[in-house]
């Protein structure tokens, strides 16, 4: 075994100095620092992620847009929640929260299944900030007859 | 254990144990798929997974997106690795050499569920001979395709879930082509001709429909097929924000038709019924052009020279719908 | 409980039982395998200890070796001991899970009976999927008898299973002429046998639902040569460990073992290097030969691989000419075995006349009268002191001489 181990590390960009001697044989990969008895009763973000887990990792730069959450027209319908691939969408007790934008890679699919009227996320440029684009938040859209 | 899932909003309180930020492309339904599977249960899982895309974006060094044990050998034999972690826990815990935690886990009525994830390439062609042998003897597992229709992760080559004028990277649409030449091969039926006693297709849009079938599979001893839609933005070449909306499409022309086999088995294995349930039954059955039309994969279809495609497409959906639907009256 | 299973303390047993024997007495967990001649016999075997309640372990028959090898990487990553047994074609069909295996640095135990490699089909022993696990980095034992299949048998799970190593073994047996030839074995007690494996010890296992682990990732450029170097680097130094367990194992039954077997190399002048069954017929040779005042010697690998450099080298370092006979065609180029031992020689400064012969292949017999020849003709280049035949040769091959070089 080497000095340190991808076992120990706790920064991820420590991760990437390592030399060969200091591997888990077989390259092996652990999801937590330490046990974790039940996952499924601890909140994502109250895991004890190990540096390996892409979860400590980001990918929010592959987007050109991104969604927007306005809270005010939600009715925390959850299809975003269910729907969304990347687990980006933040949901605790049965309330929509916000978006992860560090996972949310931009696909655009909460937009496309939230069912209020007007939406309650909407794509906008990576850039604009987001008060700006709740400004700029359509209205209601009148059903075509 | 069987989770209470009453409602989306109930079915949001799970706590996903499949990690963000692994390399699958925006928009990919796999992921849903697996979201939606993993949190139908609260047990624990262990899940095995081919090579393909799930595999090759999930678990790239020195990144895991699984808060579960997970493991990849190969292509070809995701079932067998399933089937035979069901036979190491199976042996471990008759001979009382289970890990603590697993051990308590197993006391509270909560044993590991084992699944093994599988894109068709894995499933109806390379892995087939695994798969088919893993059923035969009757592991305890369940085995989930993401169904694709297509070697996404390879760059988009046919496999023979491949539907009939599809045109991908090694069945391409030409001057004198229409793409693929082939129907898509029955899995679902193959499946439930091992005598498995679950068997089931579904799509990750009909999320509730999805979470009840993986439910009913965790329930039952033996093998469990389910075989998932899985809408390829890449592939398909739709645009990543209507993954849904194709899928959909494709529940709605009956193109893919949610339904069960359940192979019902005496306490000696033997099976004295089968009976085929639909379990989605599309209020408007839409015309399968708009389901084609929605992937350019299928654009060249609508040539003139190619329109006889979509008719025998037409045809072949209809067929199928209505030899479902006899079947489910027939209770058979 | 598996029941005990009452052992004289000679039994008279055929390769594939002492193997059948060894792998029920280390327990195995999850044996998963296909048949194929002619290790079948080790499953079949291993079956009917089973259906007599010898074996507390699952046994699955998969339905192809693909899934037997496949099957033992899951079972030993879900943290259980594992093993199997193949031969030839079953053993081609394993290759590309023989590289999982070692890659995810598995402990599983893979008994091989040695058998030539279609086409043309055959069913006899050679060593050609023997040679073409060479680089999947295993670690691979050779047996010439029952009994050293039976002793390297439990020997392979220790050595595997030891925290400094965790690699796969294999535990390679001469097809027919071991496998299916009855010989006294002494084994172990099921008791004793037990105790010297030790209990199986799990590492980052799956089953530990409390400490979920990712097995078989992706590794590419910017990781792969590391783990790769890494791995090379464990089996390299695996000797160490093989040497505790050659030296653990004699001390409880008297029976010794080293990384090369030497016979009458003290003197030698000229040497058969051979692998396998072969080793015991040039034995009767050299005696011969010395009779004739040839002072001839044997050398082979019980360690095939991690291949033993300097061991080799210094067995031979005062012999004259050495024959090394490759029992697997060579497909283009010189057998393994010549080149690697060639390599060690001139790596220690040492030159002495080397030829190499490809004989036996597909159950070819090689008989004691051929092994003579060799050595005169060894012989012949130890006086001039240069090679007086091609470096190539073909032995016991009919129609016009074959040779290159
Ligand atoms: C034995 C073997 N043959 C071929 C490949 C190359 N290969 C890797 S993934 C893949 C296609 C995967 O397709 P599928 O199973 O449908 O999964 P998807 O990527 O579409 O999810 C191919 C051909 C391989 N890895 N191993
Ligand atoms: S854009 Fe896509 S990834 Fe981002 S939150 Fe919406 S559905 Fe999730
Ligand atoms: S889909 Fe729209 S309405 Fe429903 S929870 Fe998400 S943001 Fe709120
Ligand atoms: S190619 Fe298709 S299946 Fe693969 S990750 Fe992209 S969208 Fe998903
Ligand atoms: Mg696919």
């Known amino acids: 075994m080497g000095k340190k181990s991808l076992k120990d590390i706790k920064d991820v960009n420590e991760i990437k100095e390592l030399g060969w001697d200091e591997l888990i044989p077989g390259a092996a990969l652990f999801s937590f620092t330490e046990p974790v008895e039940d996952v499924v009763e601890v909140p994502m973000d109250e895991r004890p992620y190990a540096p390996t887990n892409s979860h400590e990792w980001q990918v929010g730069d592959w987007r050109v847009e991104k969604p927007v959450y306005n809270r005010d027209l939600c009715i925390d ?47 906008f440029p990576e850039h604009l900030d987001n008060n700006e684009a709740l400004k700029m938040w359509p209205k209601k859209e009148e059903k075509e007859k | 254990m069987v989770k209470k899932i009453k409602n989306l909003k109930e079915f949001s309180l799970s706590n996903d144990r499949f990690e963000g930020a692994n390399l699958m492309c925006p928009g990919c339904s796999h992921n849903i798929i697996v979201r939606e599977v993993l949190n139908a249960t609260n047990d624990p899982v262990i899940v095995a997974t081919a090579t393909g895309c799930l595999e090759v974006c999930t678990a790239v060094y020195p990144k895991t997106s699984w808060d579960v044990s997970w493991i990849h050998i190969g292509f070809e034999n995701a079932a067998v690795a ?20 697993t051990q308590k886990m197993v006391d509270e009525g909560r044993e590991p569920k084992i699944v093994a994830f599988a894109g068709d390439g894995g499933t109806y062609d ?20 993401l169904d694709n229709e297509v070697y996404a992760n390879t760059g988009g080559q046919r ?77 398909w070449k739709h645009a990543p924000e209507d993954t849904i909306e194709v899928s959909d499409l494709g529940v709605d022309s009956c193109v893919w038709p949610l339904y069960e086999i359940i192979n019902e088995r005496d306490e000696h294995g033997i099976i004295y019924n089968t009976k085929l349930n639909i379990t989605y039954r599309p209020k408007n059955k839409i015309p399968v052009e708009e389901y084609l039309a929605a992937q350019p994969r299928f654009r060249h279809l609508f040539k003139p020279e190619n329109r006889h495609i979509i008719d025998l497409w037409q045809k072949a959906v209809d067929t199928k719908w209505e030899y479902l639907q006899k079947r489910e009256e027939a209770g058979v | ?69 496949s099957g033992c990487v899951a079972a030993s990553a879900a943290g259980v001991r594992a093993a199997t047994a193949t031969s030839s074609q079953g053993f081609a ?19 091989v009976v040695n058998r030539a490699l279609a086409a043309p089909l055959n069913v006899n022993g050679d060593h050609s999927d023997m040679y073409l696990g060479r680089d999947s980095g295993w670690i691979q034992l050779c047996s010439y008898n029952p009994q050293e299949a039976y002793d390297l048998t439990l020997m392979a799970f220790k050595i595997g299973e030891d925290l400094n190593v965790r690699l796969p073994v294999m535990v390679h047996q001469d097809g027919f002429i071991c496998s299916h030839t009855a010989q006294n074995v002494y084994p172990l007690q099921d008791e004793e046998a037990a105790k010297f494996i030790g209990e199986f010890k799990p590492v980052n296992t799956m089953l530990d639902v409390a400490n979920p682990v990712t097995h078989g990732v992706q590794t590419e450029e910017d990781w792969h040569f590391e783990h790769k170097a890494r791995q090379h ?34 003197d030698a002048d000229v040497a058969i290097f051979a692998l396998g069954t072969t080793v015991e017929s040039a034995r009767i040779a050299a005696d011969q030969m010395r009779e004739q005042g040839i002072k001839a010697g044997v050398i082979s690998l019980r360690v095939f691989r991690p291949f033993p450099f300097n061991e080799v080298a210094e067995a031979l370092k005062d012999v004259k000419a050495v024959a090394t006979l490759d029992r697997s065609a060579p497909g283009g180029t010189f057998g393994a075995l010549y080149n690697e031992v ?7 400064g040492k030159n002495p006349v080397m030829l190499n012969y490809i004989y036996g292949l597909g159950g070819r017999d090689t008989t004691i009268d051929m092994l003579k020849e060799v050595y005169k003709e060894l012989d012949e280049c130890a006086k001039a002191g240069e090679a007086k035949y091609p470096l190539q040769q073909f032995l016991g091959l009919r129609g016009p001489k074959l040779a290159f070089y």
């Not at chain 1, 980006?88 to 931009?106: A, F, N, Q, T, W």
Request: net charge neutral; aromatic share 10%; hydrophobic share 40%.
């Open chain 1, 77 to 123: 319908c959850q299809f975003c929640w269910v729907f969304c691939p990347d687990m980006s969408i933040l949901s605790r007790d049965k309330k929509m929260i916000g978006v992860i934008y560090e996972h949310c890679k931009g696909c655009g699919i909460c937009v496309e299944v939230c069912p209020t009227n007007p939406k309650s996320l909407l794509m």
């Open chain 2, 82 to 101: 399933a089937a035979t972690v069901s036979a190491a826990y199976e042996v471990m815990k008759r001979k009382g050499k289970l890990p603590p935690a």
């Open chain 2, 126 to 145: 390379i892995g087939f001979q695994s798969l088919s042998g893993a059923f035969e003897r009757g592991h305890n597992f369940m085995y989930v395709c």
């Open chain 2, 159 to 235: 496999s023979s879930s491949t539907p009939i004028g599809a045109s991908t990277t090694t069945s391409p649409a030409g001057k004198v082509s229409y793409g693929e030449k082939m129907m898509k091969k029955s899995m679902v039926e193959i499946m439930a001709d091992h005598g498995a006693p679950y068997v089931a297709q579904v799509s990750p849009s009909k999320w509730k429909d999805l979470v009840k079938k993986v439910q009913k599979g965790f329930e039952v001893n033996g093998p469990v097929y389910i075989n998932a839609q899985s809408a390829c933005t890449t592939e």
């Open chain 3, 1 to 69: 409980m598996a029941k005990k299973y009452e052992l004289n303390e000679l039994e008279v047993w055929d390769g594939n039982m002492a193997a059948a024997q060894a792998l029920r007495q280390a327990d195995v967990d999850v044996l998963a395998a296909y048949p194929i001649t002619p290790s079948t016999p080790i499953v079949q075997n291993y079956s009917k200890f089973l259906a007599d309640g010898y074996v507390d372990g699952d046994f699955i028959m998969v339905e192809s070796e693909h899934s037997a090898m």
């Open chain 3, 93 to 111: 069909l394993m290759v590309e899970v023989l590289y999982q295996a070692s890659g995810m640095r598995l402990p599983i135990v893979l008994t």
């Open chain 3, 233 to 266: 680097n464990d089996l390299m130094n695996s000797f160490s460990t093989i040497k505790k367990v050659f030296d653990e194992f004699k001390d409880l039954t008297g029976r010794e073992y080293d990384f090369v077997y030497k016979y009458k190399m003290d």
């Open chain 3, 342 to 348: 060639s390599a060690a020689l001139l790596a220690h």
